[in-house]
């Protein structure tokens, strides 16, 4: 049940705003969003519980919709250093103990001068 | 947070033979997981490390093909046995420090050619 992120790839200049959507087939535990520069290892941003709160730090903030099981990732006033390849992971509630993330396919942006 | 380390972190290596990949985190965490990264692809769960107990394995993984060792709190590994040209990838091993709505930190991964 991997989740679907949208768009496969953005292309910004600098300053403009992008949006990355991830939504799921299932009930979601919590949405969380990496992002992986390129020869690196993924590096957590924020997640978010249902409930449909929004989070945020600086200029990236994000939204979680339980009930369309649809989270978003928002990028304001982009920088250089926001390109790389976001991942969202969807964390389902499981009966044994513990849970795991199951992540989406990514979506590569790039911020251009 | 966690500061993880892996080792090697690349290697290339023969058709047939395995490779052990070793994972060792600067604290005590409570879970530890182990995914495979084909170059341009997502994040593929391969199994949970469990401590003092054999690994999950997620489906299309088995212990004969990747046996999990978690001896300790702080560290873990992964054999990559029989290697073949399609086991070629990047491994990562990732903590976190809870069970539930965690976050969860990557080491530097392990790049892997098989030839």
């Known amino acids: 049940q991997q989740p679907v992120q949208s768009p496969q790839a953005v292309i910004l200049r600098e300053g403009e705003d992008a949006v990355i959507n991830c939504s799921s087939s299932?009930?979601?535990?919590?949405v969380h969003w990496y992002r992986q520069k390129h020869g690196e290892a993924p590096v957590f941003l924020m997640i978010?519980?249902?409930?449909?709160e929004q989070k945020g730090h600086e200029k990236i903030s994000a939204s979680f919709n339980e009930k369309k099981q649809q989270s978003s990732l928002y990028l304001t006033a982009s920088q250089l250093s926001y390109s790389g390849t976001y991942f969202c992971?969807?964390?389902?509630?499981?009966?044994?103990?513990?849970?795991?993330?199951?992540f989406g396919e990514g979506t590569q942006l790039t911020v251009n001068p | 947070s966690a500061v993880i380390s892996q080792k090697p972190s690349r290697d290339i290596c023969q058709r047939g033979t395995s490779l052990t990949i070793q994972c060792q985190v600067d604290?005590?965490?409570?879970?530890m997981f182990w995914y495979r990264q084909q170059p341009g692809q997502s994040l593929t769960l391969i199994a949970t490390?469990?401590?003092?107990?054999?690994?999950?394995?997620e489906s299309g993984f088995v212990i004969d093909k990747f046996p999990i060792s978690r001896p300790n709190l702080t560290f873990s590994t992964l054999t990559v046995s029989n290697m073949s040209p399609e086991d070629s990838s990047i491994y990562l091993c990732?903590?976190?420090?809870?069970?539930?709505?965690?976050?969860?930190?990557f080491g530097p991964g392990t790049r892997l050619t098989v030839t």
């Open positions: 990732s903590v976190t420090l809870w069970t539930h709505a965690y976050e969860q930190y």
């Open positions: 299932k009930a979601l535990y919590s």
């Open positions: 978010l519980l249902k409930g449909g």
């Open positions: 992971g969807t964390e389902i509630p499981q009966e044994t103990s513990g849970s795991r993330l199951t």
């Open positions: 604290s005590q965490v409570t879970m």
């Open positions: 490390a469990n401590q003092g107990s054999e690994a999950t394995y």
